[in-house]
């Protein structure tokens, strides 16, 4: 199987290689440019975001070289699923013109086709209720599609820094290749190879210098395919625990339910991007606290670094508890407190070592000197 993601890797690595080179001569390079100065930018430099072509390149060559069962085996029919958003997404990466609301549209077209082409959702989840819920199909499908398109954005909202998308991903993937052999679906694994594979193909690229982004074709896609196999192994086996798997995927969730929490409380859309995210507080804390204001490009790697551990450290409570959904749910509610908590200290830390010199201070000092009059001369 090592084949696999030997295979995914130089496919995925030879793709980016490649779109790095013909970048500048491209015409979505000024729109990289205007990333930079986007009120959530993490980097400093225009850099395309088109990765997830790479990781086009290397479900290409898993297709060709390895999926003997074509787009009738679970593995090639949760790729083409992955179609529609794919190609909105790619469309958002290289002209900015697709809205939140249309992206989000078509990962739920995307998880409507994965649950007609697989016919499986998530049928159960501990207690009883709730699988008696589950197990009624409208219900069932709803909150599948619905769970599955919201992981696919989530999975959008963490590609912040370089590495962490890619690096979260990597260990979801594993920790569901655990659960995979574990619950004895070992089908499923060179699919989640293949997506080790592609995305260390990428972070050679990605990590920590930040020479290509994953874009939107690339951070939704992942996030479909790798919840959809989720799907599939809590469908597949009645070993596998719900909430192990959500304790896998913890990190993206937690992001993302934490920030339209944030979001509605301050009376905003929540769509409206902001600097709040958890790896965004910790880059700055770390510019504050140790490295300096001006070094950006420094802190972004760092950031994701201090972060690896903690996102490991949910994918291997989801592994240990994968067929425990009573172990599973406490480590759910532990590590939601723990995400609570951590980020509540780091906007005390960013608070606490902010001077009158940062840009926020600098902006406010802008406008008020803006809405003064103008004394006219004597």
Not at 75 to 85: E, H, K, R, T
Not at 263 to 274: A, C, F, K, L
Not at 356 to 366: C, I, M, N
């Amino acid at each position: 199987m090592l084949a696999v993601s030997v295979a995914a890797f130089v496919a995925s690595l030879a793709t980016c290689l490649g779109l790095i080179a013909i970048a500048p001569k491209l015409a979505f390079q000024k729109a990289a440019l205007a990333d930079t100065r986007a009120r959530q930018a993490s980097h400093v430099r225009p850099t395309p975001r088109v990765g997830g072509l790479s990781l086009a390149a290397a479900a290409l060559a898993f297709l060709a070289l390895f999926e003997r069962g074509g787009f009738s085996d679970p593995s090639g029919l949760i790729l083409v699923s992955a179609l529609p958003i794919f190609l909105v997404g790619l469309k958002e990466d290289v002209s900015r013109n697709a809205s939140p609301k249309v992206r989000y549209g078509a990962a739920i077209l995307s998880a409507l086709l994965a649950f007609w082409l697989l016919g499986l959702w998530i049928d159960r989840a501990a207690p009883f209720w709730l699988t008696a819920m589950l197990a009624f199909a409208p219900v069932g499908v709803a909150i599948t599609v619905f769970t599955t398109a919201s992981y696919a954005h989530a999975f959008n909202l963490i590609d912040g820094l370089n590495g962490l998308c890619a690096g979260t991903s990597v260990l979801i993937s594993a920790g569901l290749i655990a659960v995979a052999m574990q619950s004895g679906q070992d089908g499923l694994v060179p699919l989640l190879l293949m997506m080790i594979g592609g995305l260390a193909g990428f972070l050679v690229w990605n990590f920590p210098a930040g020479k290509i982004f994953l874009g939107d074709a690339g951070a939704y896609t992942i996030g479909h395919v790798l919840s959809w196999i989720g799907v599939a192994l809590i469908a597949n086996s009645t070993q596998v625990s719900a909430w192990a798997i959500m304790l896998i995927f913890f990190w993206p969730l937690a992001d993302t339910l934490f920030a339209i929490a944030r979001r509605v409380g301050s009376g905003e859309s929540i769509d409206t991007p902001d600097r709040m995210h958890f790896h965004q507080l910790v880059m700055r804390v770390l510019q504050l606290t140790i490295l300096g204001r001006n070094r950006r490009e420094l802190a972004n790697p760092l950031a994701t670094l201090a972060l690896m551990p903690l996102i490991g450290g949910t994918v291997a409570l989801g592994v240990v508890f994968w067929n425990d959904s009573r172990a599973a749910v406490l480590g759910l509610i532990g590590c939601g407190a723990a995400f609570v908590l951590g980020h509540a200290r780091l906007r005390r830390l960013a608070r606490r070592y902010r001077k009158p010199g940062t840009v926020e201070a600098l902006k406010s000092k802008e406008r008020k000197t803006a809405e003064k009059p103008v004394e006219k001369a004597a």
